[in-house]
């Protein structure tokens, strides 16, 4: 079968794209993928369960400018997915923030002269739903996160600063490209391998027990299958410059998703916890640690997300959250991650 055209997966080893490159090989793409060191990641392919002529590993770093013009030769579209988690919060924004607005740029650049039709790039309800006061609860693509507002912290900050300056470049100077984004809520689902997402820390502390209670957080999450489907969608949708798709599911308080590891798991979720975290505990403990700490404004703050626009106009439709809960608590206990 002829391949349909060549797609550029930007970060190819990380946890939305492996499964994004997963659904392009199958619906009939031809697959290039960026990563920072190719020789670290020779058992991509095997983690993927794919050939090693299914996919092309370029080297291309966000921070330097090396590599991202012939990682965009030849390229139909491009998904631009790969961006800094850090799983603590950096002594300064910038270590965070920088690379993730410059390496868009990069991207966006590269895309541009090469003359790819489109770029998705993976954008959070981060740069939707934070830095904002009062009552607020419901959001969707017309609301944008304040990144000077007290509440945030690097991370949030540097989804909006990216996915802002992204659109900025658009306006000024992206020629032909046309740009769209995706904007995932908490990403669950099975693993891969053994290198997760941050995301999945929520899973994995809960069901080892590494919790001595409940915090009063909460997620509005989604499917890591379901996010890479919206990113395909997207891609060769008509119409799609310049769209933003919210796309995040139920909204669920970490006692919610405790109860249904519980319901769903039986033994096999003995160590999840069952009592609440008192607020006052978690703010002592956030002076002397600074990821507790950098969280802390979002304690009992519910962020109701209203992903309608992607179901009408992608014909999206999320699993449950409860469903994507269980498959990922089971694949971290098949890929031993969790204790059995």
Known sequence: MASKGRVLVTGASGYIAGFAIQQLLRDGWSVRGTVRNPAKSAGLHKTLGINVDQLELVAADLSHDAGWADAAKGVDYVLHIASPIPAANPKHDDEIVVPAREGTLRVLRAARDAGVKRVV?????????????????????????NPAHPDTYAYVRSKVIAERAARDFMAREGGALEFATINP??????VLGN???????????????????LPNFGFAIVDVRDIA????????????????????????????????LKDRLGQQAKRVPTRGLPDFLLRLVGKFDKTVGMVLPEL?????????????????????????????????????????
């Open 185 to 190: 809520g908490a990403v669950l689902g099975p």
């Open 300 to 340: 009992g703050k519910a962020r109701i997300c209203d992903a309608s626009h992607a179901k009408a106009i992608l014909g999206w439709v999320p699993r449950p959250a409860a469903d994507s809960i269980v498959d990922c608590a089971n694949s971290m206990i098949a890929h031993g991650l969790i204790i059995s």
């Open 121 to 145: 790039m993976t954008s959070s309800t981060a740069a939707i739903c934070y830095g904002m006061d009062g009552a607020r609860q419901v959001f969707t693509e017309a609301d944008w996160t």
């Open 229 to 260: 489907d919206a990113h395909v969608r997207a891609m060769t949708a008509p119409g799609m410059n310049g769209e933003r798709f919210l796309c995040a599911g139920e909204f669920l308080w970490m006692k919610d998703i405790a109860a249904i």
């Open 195 to 213: 290198d997760y997402s941050a995301s999945l820390e929520i899973i994995s502390k809960l069901m080892n027990g590494e919790l001595p209670g």
